[in-house]
């Protein structure tokens, strides 16, 4: 997809495509792990009840699941009696035996009802017949057997059901067999399973951990953002003061750190004509569904005919419309296509270049109502966006720069795990009918070797996964996790050959003949929206002081007038440096004032009394750690100032 940065995250797909022999081949121990208990858990429903037919069984994020229809409706209080099943089964370690068979064998053993089953039974193994269909001609098919249950698997698996580690079933919904809704609706059983004892209850911490942690909760208690379903409309949040306050932040933070990489600013509109995506390749099929429907006006001929240089060009008094067409307008989805008329508006030589262009820009996109999600999944998205464009030879220098400008963010906000997931294309897929990327092999195999060499010579933490570029070039999704250990997919970083020659971008080089320059996509800090939803959970809303949304808050000891005067000239003081400083002077006792902050999250308290006044100090208190001490009033304003300025933890 000409997709640029900040994709939404993919949804578990309802029913995932069907694996390949090489996707198989890359499972990882815990997906081995997590497969095998799918069978173990088919396993002890076939011996509670020897009639269920099975479907498929894959490993999916945190778990697995096994389709099954079955006419009793599998609920959790079955649950205690299939996993002490399961217990016997991996008790009694039996061998995951892989045998390969012909396609006339599997067929005939489906027929007796022996595929996904522990022994011949009377109804044919119907789902395996289907899936056995889809096996392509040539591939080898193969059984799994634990025990008397024989599956149609191609594997892979762990050696024993001895192997399993620590699992546990977790849910039960519903799905089409295949994913189509003609097929019959089976019962899907979710369960997760971890290496050890220990794992799994980490997982299920982390899980409690982050429903505490919801970001949509948090933001509602701080006052950060609303969604006003009913004025506004789902997926476009507003943001509060108090989370606009964050928003600020962050703005500033990037706008500091892009100025010093060599970044200049520019300011897009939100609206443009078709014509733009339709030169991106965004339209009219590609990113058309992501796209809101667009507007159609007609010219405005009068007004266009006013205009000077359309009066010139005219030379005539004609009323007949010059345009009889209406023109059709699109909300942007990116902020691309915008850059790109940036860069075509004046002449470029090489001696400009890299030119990288940002923008806080705000994209919308349609989201199907079913699929948005608090701050993580939206229809306006603010991104933290640049395009860098430069000649192929700077391309690792400037590659480079960007995933140091990560790290330094990733130290910033303290993210300690993260991975860059860089998807190459497919050979097979540059022709024919089920093209997925662009037909230039040499510049394909150019950009992938430049990003790999990058990312090696750099020592960053990467991954390669074939057949996920871009349509128009290779590209980097990053993936973060919380401090309590919750992934996600923050920003995408893109290389594009392809869509600069499309609007026909081109700079003067040394020798004077004229060059199609690369173009970087990047947003390290993602959206906004993504990014402080990411933030409230990693924070769990306490954050640093200065992100929080109200940093400092002054506390007085009663409401004496001389006191309530030295609180308003701190405050005063501090508002006057840009430090988000509020009073709290009235006659209520200070442990419900202390009260009160701590619960609005208040980085630090400063808590006055008349002592305090008298000595031209102050008592600070810092949220959630509790009284520190009195200090000098001088010296706690000149320590906030400097905390905020470093960007402290
Ligand atoms: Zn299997
Ligand atoms: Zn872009």
């Given at each position: 997809m000409p997709d640029e940065t900040q994709e939404q995250p993919t949804r578990p797909q309802p029913d995932p495509e069907r694996k390949t022999l090489d996707d198989r081949a890359r499972m990882t121990e815990l997906e081995r792990i997590r497969h095998s208990c799918a069978h173990v858990m088919a396993t002890a429903i076939l011996r509670l009840w020897p009639e269920a037919q099975f479907a498929s069984?894959?490993?999916?994020?945190?778990?697995?699941?096994?389709?099954v229809e079955l006419s009793h409706r599998i609920s959790p209080e079955d649950f205690p009696r299939i996993e002490e099943e399961m217990k016997k089964e991996i008790k009694a370690n039996h061998v995951f035996e892989k045998k390969i068979v012909t396609r006339e064998q599997a067929m005939q053993d489906a027929r007796r009802g022996r595929l996904g089953a522990l022994s011949e039974r009377p109804a044919p193994s119907k789902f395996k017949i289907g899936n056995l269909e889809d096996i392509p001609q040539g591939e080898p098919i193969s059984y799994y057997q634990n025990g008397d249950f024989i599956d149609l698997c191609a594997g892979p698996h762990v050696m024993r059901t001895g192997n399993l580690g620590a699992f546990k079933l977790t849910h039960v919904a519903s799905a089409y067999y295949k994913g189509d809704e003609r097929n019959p609706q089976?019962?899907?059983?979710y369960g997760t399973a971890f290496k050890n004892k220990t794992e799994l209850e980490a997982h299920f911490h982390m899980l409690e951990e982050a429903k505490r942690r919801d970001h949509r909760k948090i933001g509602a208690e701080m006052g950060l953002f609303v969604i006003d379903t009913e004025y506004v409309w789902s997926g476009l949040p507003l943001w509060l003061p108090k989370g606009a306050a964050i928003v600020e932040e962050l703005e500033k933070l990037a706008k500091e750190t892009e100025f010093a990489a060599g970044y200049v600013r520019v300011k897009t509109p939100h609206i443009a004509k078709e014509k733009l995506y339709l030169t991106s390749g965004h339209l009219p099929v590609l990113y058309k569904e992501s796209m809101f429907p667009p507007m159609e006006l007609a010219e405005d001929v009068e007004s266009s005919k006013?205009?000077?240089?359309?009066?010139?060009n005219s030379g005539t008094e004609s009323t007949i419309p010059r345009f009889s067409d209406s023109t059709k307008y699109y909300l942007k989805a990116m902020n691309c296509p915008h850059h790109h008329r940036i860069f075509a508006a004046q002449p470029r030589s090489y001696r400009e270049l890299p030119l990288r262009l940002a923008e806080y820009g705000t994209n919308y996109r349609y989201e199907q109502s079913g699929e948005l999600f608090g701050l993580m999944r939206v229809r306006s998205l603010n991104m933290n966006d640049a395009h860098i464009y430069c000649q192929p030879e700077k391309f690792a220098e400037e590659f480079n720069a960007v995933n140091e400008?990560?790290?330094?963010?990733?130290?910033?906000?303290?993210i300690e795990k993260y991975v860059m997931r860089f998807s190459t294309h497919d050979p097979a897929r540059l022709t024919g009918d089920n093209a997925k990327f662009v037909n230039e092999p040499e510049l394909w195999k150019q950009t992938e070797d430049m990003v790999r060499d990058t990312l090696k010579n750099s020592g960053i933490n990467y991954v390669e996964v074939p057949n996920e570029a871009a349509f128009y070039g290779p590209k980097i999704d990053v993936q973060v996790w919380s401090v309590i250990g919750r992934e996600f997919t923050l920003a995408t970083n893109q290389v594009d050959f392809a869509v600069p020659k499309r609007f026909g971008l081109v700079y003067k080089d040394r020798d004077n003949t004229e060059k199609t320059p690369l173009c970087i996509h990047r947003a390290p800090l993602g959206t906004h929206e993504r990014f402080i939803g990411f933030l409230i959970e990693h924070y769990a809303g306490n954050f640093p002081l200065w992100l929080a949304p109200e940093q400092v808050r002054v506390l007085t000891i009663g409401d004496d007038a001389a006191l309530v005067d030295y609180a308003k000239s701190i405050v005063q003081e501090l508002r006057s440096n840009m430090v988000r400083a509020e009073g709290d002077y009235g006659t209520d006792k200070i442990n419900g004032k202390i009260q009160h902050a701590e619960h609005?999250?208040?980085?630090?308290?400063?808590?006055?009394?008349?002592?305090?006044?008298?000595?031209?100090?102050?008592?600070?208190?810092?949220?959630?750690?509790?009284?520190?001490g009195a200090k000098p009033k001088a010296e706690v304003v000149a320590d906030i100032l400097q905390a905020i300025k470093e960007r402290r933890a």
């Open positions: 069984g894959p490993p999916v994020e945190n778990g697995f699941y096994y389709d089976l019962q899907r059983i006013r205009e000077p240089s359309n009066r010139e400008m990560y790290l330094k963010y990733f130290k910033t906000f303290g609005a999250k208040v980085h630090t308290m400063l808590v006055i009394g008349p002592r305090d006044r008298e000595a031209g100090a102050v008592s600070v208190r810092l949220h959630g750690k509790g009284n520190v």
